[in-house]
């Protein structure tokens, strides 16, 4: 099973940029896909971007382009590069496997003011 702490999250403006991490422990991170998820206030938690273990990337329309994943094997780590950001990106932004498993970690906040 694969434990997760994610950090980075912050308050920056609309039109800035964060950078997500997610260290992870447990021997099978590199043998998984791993996904960056989101979940806003009221709302559902979403798949934001996801990442297989051999670097293929895909995205949700909402962050195509403006958000990038990425993954360190060696160094269990995934991360989420989002530049561009806007109003509607403020959400508590979680990382897991995907599917996802059981086991959530804290998340990382992750507030764009207009």
């Known amino acids: 099973q694969v434990q997760l702490v994610e950090s980075g999250g912050g308050l920056v403006q609309a039109g800035g940029s964060l950078r997500l991490s997610c260290a992870a422990s447990?021997?099978?991170?590199?043998?998984?896909?791993m996904g960056w998820y989101r979940q806003a206030p009221g709302k559902q938690r979403e798949l934001v971007a996801a990442?297989?273990?051999?670097?293929?990337?895909n995205y949700a329309n909402s962050v195509k382009g403006r958000f990038t994943i990425s993954r360190d094997n060696a160094e269990n780590t995934l991360y989420l590069q989002m530049n561009s950001l806007k109003p509607e990106d403020t959400a508590v932004y979680y990382c897991?496997?995907?599917?996802?498993?059981?086991?959530w970690g804290q998340g990382t906040q992750v507030t764009v003011s207009s």
């Open positions: 897991n496997t995907w599917p996802p498993g059981d086991y």
């Open positions: 447990g021997s099978s991170f590199s043998d998984n896909t």
């Open positions: 990442i297989t273990r051999g670097g293929v990337r």
